[in-house]
């Protein structure tokens, strides 16, 4: 079946230490990939997305995703943890050959980020 | 930097009422979209409407549901008959072209609460 799947529902790092928060994908074609942040009371943001060309993708606030496709994942990483990048973490997915862009989202991971 | 907004961001109501969510995307963008989070689990698409109609439309999207751009600026979300598992997080969202790889932006949310 088609899916989207973040494996850890809860994260905590401390801060100064890096991260990495996992997405899988199960669809038969590679879907266009994007991670989404959301900081309590406010809506979703990107933080990047990924269709086509270098698999190492830059994003906002000091994130950066790898896609790789022998894995079907798209794993989010940033080296350094912030305090303020606690929120909730979702990888989410526009399937190839839909009839629109409608987003496909995972469950999500709520990042703590301790002192 | 432009955002969407919307109202109210906490809407309380009886079974079988009528609600209206209301959403302003943002202003240059012409494809919009519903998206709902019940509590505890994925972000979920509703709808997607561009030219004042609708594009897709999800199997949660049933005939108690509907979607309306009244003016320029405005995106609602109708619901009839509200039932208790119409509670949830409801987030607009706007895109500026529609394609796959479009960002699309969205509202801090409007919480519905059905009693």
């Known amino acids: 079946a088609q899916s989207v799947t973040q494996p850890d529902i809860h994260i905590t790092v401390s801060e100064g230490a890096s991260l990495e928060l996992r997405c899988n994908y199960s669809?038969?074609?590679?879907?266009?990939l994007f991670w989404y942040v959301q900081s309590p009371g406010q809506g979703l943001q990107l933080l990047l997305k990924?269709?086509?060309?270098?698999?190492l993708v830059q994003g906002i606030k000091g994130f950066e995703a790898e896609f790789k496709r022998s894995q079907s994942s798209f794993n989010l990483r940033k080296p350094s943890v912030h305090w303020s990048d606690a929120a909730e973490y979702f990888c989410?997915?526009?399937?190839?050959?839909?009839?629109?862009?409608?987003?496909?989202f995972g469950t999500g991971t709520l990042l703590a980020v301790q002192p | 930097e432009p955002e969407v907004t919307q109202t109210p961001s906490h809407q309380v109501t009886q079974m079988g009422q009528e609600v209206i969510l209301r959403c302003v995307p943002i202003?240059?963008?012409?494809?919009f979209y519903w998206y709902r989070q019940i509590l505890g689990q994925k972000v979920e698409f509703l709808v997607s409407?561009?030219?004042?109609?609708?594009?897709?439309k999800s199997e949660i999207f049933d005939d108690r549901f509907s979607v309306e751009r009244p003016d320029g600026s405005n995106f609602t979300l109708k619901i009839r008959s509200t039932k208790l598992e119409d509670s949830a997080m409801y987030f607009c969202?706007?895109?500026?072209?529609?394609?796959?790889?479009?960002?699309?932006?969205f509202g801090p949310g409007t919480r519905l609460t059905v009693l």
């Open positions: 969202a706007s895109g500026r072209t529609g394609a796959f790889t479009d960002t699309q932006y």
């Open positions: 669809y038969g074609a590679t879907p266009y």
């Open positions: 990924y269709f086509s060309g270098d698999t």
């Open positions: 989410a997915v526009v399937p190839y050959g839909g009839a629109t862009n409608k987003l496909i």
């Open positions: 202003s240059n963008h012409l494809y």
């Open positions: 409407f561009y030219n004042n109609e609708i594009s897709e």
